[in-house]
């Protein structure tokens, strides 16, 4: 399949020294390789390994050249490239096949495919009004629809409505979008198989195989490795924006590929474990579902230990962060969730805070401050909406006056105790930065006193320094007032610094859940949704099954 | 990597009831006035004769202008309230051609073409403000017919006249008799039923003769080949894309701002064509009021035929044109006889208009919960 050996080929394209910066804040650096017609490369990484970045930079996305453009060169069959818009790449034959369906419900597969290139009649009325003016030819759409679909060897109703179409589906009629537009020589697929059932993955991946022998080349980003080293020819692995190997999929094994992606320095980690003993269980949640946009929970069952500091993790998409806003009643959610014992009536914000607990949101900016308020207000906020503090009661409760001493007290207790920088307790929450914001949300968390205090991204988009005091100062509230906090991040060193279990999700499911003292491989091969029984010394090394 | 929620309702099988159900929601606008009507017609105690020819003349009189909405929904740019700019460019048009004394046929087509570059200058206006407000093109459309209504007012009133500023209008019995300003009261004389009666039909049912405008009908009819022709071109294509996803089609390299204007600049021509239709019907054109409720009670119509803001067809229009008019004609009468009081049947026909508007806007929005809920079932896994 692959031209490689043929020194003569000019590469098809080719990465020469790409890097990044956005704001001053390096995404990617020194992206080499190159890519021969007819070979699949696949591109592996965390989220946030710069992935999108560098496919970005490619399909010429408008976000590249407004934050400065990028280093490096491009090459398209040797000749270097800079492209303004997608349009260009689409122009000099690269195809995206993105991660969210972009396909209209209301037409048909052959409408969809051939979105934009229908074919079209003459009529007379051309004369007068323009090209567009034009009758569609639908005999003739209807062909070319076939033809891309047989290419495929995928069967696919052409007059399926986008709507109605199964997900399976829904992706081959992407595909087949790519391959009509003739001169498509790579095709960028990102995440094609992610949202496909196991077999719908097989024919896709053997259908992926047949159009790399008609010549066209690919760029194959997945998180399921097994089909990466089962498709690609070559696999390159990014982390932290740097390429840290590239490698042929005979020489490699999936242990290998996970552990370079998510392989940090792990004896940096603080590895000082406490030991919990077998406390009662203070939340238990069976059969959750949550429909948060982009962060569906489709079945998540799991049980939060008191006292216990418990992580949620797994890639972006998944559905991690919607099991907090689940069970606060942020987004419509369903299952059976019990926090102390008794059962919690679920969609209703007000209930879940009165039953002591507190929620930290990942959405900082929208969901977790009024910006334009001062600090001893949002900090005291939720407690006077919820358990009447820093309200003075008069004529027996008839009227009710906020209580400005008691707020003023208790902000300036926090400003001290978390380092918050500020000119004073008045000051507005957005004059603040991202990490004293950060700060102020948790302060108002713990002013409700909670038993249960959920915690979603708390270290996102502030400084190093910042993030080691928040973590701290989670793990300080825990300690002091023996609070159960369930910690969501993306970040699973940050999980595995302060938590004492954490959980996997994926595909709206827990994969696993394990002690944050395990190795990072099994967590990284947990978030990619492979079988556990991938991990060689996981099995064997003991520990809690669930 | 966006979990699919909506595909999952597609595999998930919904039963007979459910689907009766759905149906019901689906067309509980219509339903609601058919059963409304079916009260209220025994009650008047009109003939059918008389109810029919009313009928057959109020379609004719209100299509053109209702089936002018259905492009810009067709783009998803929701009920365009902006056509009442395209009438007000369709009366400037009836003005020239009766002080100009063009009569019958040629007169109307005159004023069409008059009135075509106005209509499509405000209209173009008209899209690219709704290109800054997508999303609320309702209001913003809204908004902005009062807008030019107060730019109409000063032309007519000001720059119109004998001793006119800058427009010529000389016929003393369509100007103030301070020598400028359009009076508000015109009387059509030239182009009165030119089309109704260009093709004259009369049938006799023994008690009762029926009139159909027929020249009215065929030209309505072409406008209805016009629309199912349309949506078969490349731009009818492109429009019904960028209807369902702006995002999806401008990512396929469609130019999402120039359609969207191009279907607004179609829909106020098309409604000036329509108040000249309507206004050589009525015979009288009142120059200040005229226009201005003919967005509303045409948008009214169409929704009570079973449109929404985001669907459409040429079958809600003549629905909604009977079902709306048959409430206009038997409602006074029906008021009267029953509590008699002819002014509670009128109160009621301006509740029905505003009213539906507002019931209609809200069960979409209830209709769309619906729909949300029926897909999160797939979710549940019920």
């Not at chain 1, 047949?210 to 692995?237: K, N, P």
């Not at chain 1, 607990?357 to 001893?376: K, N, S």
């Not at chain 2, 027929?214 to 294509?237: E, S």
Request: glycine share 10%; net charge neutral.
């Amino acid at each position: 399949m692959s031209n490689r050996l043929d020194s003569a080929a000019t590469p098809l394209l080719t990465v020469d020294a790409v890097g990044k910066e956005f704001f001053g804040n390096r995404v990617l650096e020194e992206v080499n390789f190159s890519l021969y017609a007819g070979e699949i490369l696949g591109l592996v990484g965390e989220n946030g390994a710069g992935k999108s970045t560098l496919m970005n930079i490619l399909f010429g996305m408008p976000v590249i050249s407004q934050t400065g453009g990028y280093d490096g060169r491009i090459l398209i069959e040797g000749e270097e490239v800079r492209f303004s818009s997608p349009f260009d790449a689409i122009d000099a034959g690269i195809g995206m096949v993105h991660q969210e369906f972009s396909l209209l419900p209301g037409f048909t597969a052959t409408e969809n495919i051939l979105l934009n290139r229908e074919s079209t009649k003459y009529n007379p009325l051309v004369e007068v009004f323009g090209d567009r003016i034009k009758t569609l030819d639908r005999r003739d759409m209807r062909r070319r629809a076939d033809e891309a679909i047989s290419i495929l060897g995928f069967s696919i109703d052409p007059e399926a409505l986008g709507a109605e179409m199964p997900v399976g589906h829904k992706q081959f009629t992407e595909i087949a979008r790519e391959i009509d537009r003739k001169s498509t020589k790579l095709l960028v697929l990102d995440e094609p198989t992610a949202v496909l059932a196991e077999s719908e993955a097989e024919i896709l991946i053997k259908s992926l195989r047949g159009l790399a022998e008609r010549g066209i080349s690919m760029i194959f980003i997945s998180h399921r490795l097994q089909e990466v080293i089962d498709l690609c020819d070559e696999i390159i692995i990014l982390r932290d924006g740097r390429v840290v190997k590239e490698t042929k999929p005979a020489e490699t094994s999936i242990f290998q590929v996970a552990s370079l992606m998510v392989g940090r320095n792990v004896e940096a980690v603080s590895t000082e474990r406490r030991l919990m003993e077998e406390t009662e269980t203070i939340l238990d949640v069976q059969n959750l579902w949550v429909d948060m946009p982009g962060e569906t929970v489709r079945d998540v069952t799991f049980s939060v230990r008191k006292g216990e500091i418990f992580g949620v993790g797994g890639l972006a998409g998944q559905g991690k962060l919607g099991i907090a806003n689940g069970i606060m009643g942020l987004f419509p959610a369903g299952g059976n969730v019990t926090v102390k014992g008794e059962p919690l009536r679920l969609n209703d914000p007000a209930l879940s805070l009165s039953r002591d607990m507190a929620f930290v949101a990942e959405d900082r900016r929208g969901v977790g401050l009024l910006l334009d308020e001062p600090i001893d207000w949002n900090i005291a906020f939720t407690a006077m909406q919820v358990q009447d503090k820093f309200v003075r009661k008069i004529l027996g409760g008839l009227i009710k006056w906020r209580d400005d001493a008691a707020m003023r007290e208790v902000a300036l207790d926090y400003i001290n105790r978390l380092e918050i920088r500020c000119t004073g307790h008045r000051q507005r929450a957005v004059e603040l930065s991202g990490g004293n914001q950060q700060k102020v949300c948790l302060a108002k968390a713990f002013v409700v006193g909670p038993e249960i205090l959920f915690v979603s991204e708390p270290t996102r988009g502030i400084d190093i320094g910042a993030k080691r005091l928040v973590l701290d100062t989670i793990r300080q509230v825990n300690e002091d007032t023996g609070a159960t906090v369930i910690v969501t991040s993306s970040e699973l060193e940050e999980l595995r610094s302060v938590c004492d279990r954490i959980a996997i999700v994926d595909s709206g499911r827990i994969s696993g859940v394990r002690d944050a003292s395990r190795p990072a491989e099994e967590f990284g091969v947990l978030m990619l949704g492979e079988s556990p029984s991938l991990v060689p010394a996981a099995a064997t090394i003991g520990g809690e099954t669930f | 990597m966006t979990p699919p929620v909506k595909n999952d309702s597609a595999v998930h099988k919904f039963t007979g009831t459910e689907n009766v159900k759905h149906f019901l929601i689906s067309n509980s606008v219509p339903i609601i006035f058919i059963a409304l009507s079916a009260i209220a017609i025994p009650i008047s105690g009109f003939s059918a004769g008389y109810l029919i020819q009313e009928m057959l003349t109020r379609l004719a009189r209100n299509s053109f202008l209702v089936l002018s909405l259905l492009i810009p929904i067709m783009a998803g740019m929701g009920l365009n309230f902006g056509m009442v700019l395209g009438a007000m460019a369709g009366q400037i048009g009836l003005i020239f051609v009766t002080d100009w004394a063009v009569v019958g046929i040629p007169g109307m087509v005159l004023a069409a073409l008059i009135s075509m570059p106005i209509a499509a200058f405000l209209g173009f206006i008209c899209g690219s403000v709704l290109n800054k407000a997508k999303g609320r093109e309702m209001v913003t459309s809204y908004i902005l017919g009062f807008f030019i209504n107060g730019i109409y007012q000063f032309v007519v009133l000001y720059t119109m006249g004998i001793r006119g500023l800058h427009i010529p209008i000389t016929n003393p019995q369509l100007v103030l008799s301070r020598g400028f300003g359009i009076r508000n009261a015109i009387n059509l004389t030239g182009i009165r039923r030119a089309l109704d009666n260009a093709l004259p039909l009369t049938h006799n049912f023994g008690h009762f003769t029926i009139s159909i405008p027929l020249g009215t009908y065929v030209t309505i009819a072409a406008f209805c080949f016009f629309i199912v022709w349309f949506r078969r071109t490349k731009l009818g294509q492109d429009m019904r894309a960028i209807g369902q996803d702006m995002a999806v089609a401008g990512s396929a390299g469609i130019a999402v701002e120039r359609t969207r204007v191009i279907a607004i600049v179609i829909s106020t021509v098309l409604a000036a064509f329509g108040q000249i239709i309507f206004l050589q019907n009525i015979g009288t054109m009142n120059t200040y009021n005229s226009h201005e409720q003919t967005g509303m009670f045409s948008i009214a119509a169409l929704l009570i035929g079973g449109a929404t803001v985001s669907r459409a067809s040429i079958t809600n229009v003549f629905v909604g044109v009977t079902l709306f008019h048959m409430m206009f004609v038997v409602s006074p009468t029906a008021g009267k006889e029953l509590i008699g009081q002819a002014q509670l049947g009128e109160y009621f026909r301006v509740f029905v208009s505003y009213g539906i508007i507002a019931v209609a806007l809200v069960l979409h929005a209830w209709k769309r919960l619906q729909e949300r809920e029926r897909a999160r079932r797939g979710l549940r896994g019920e």
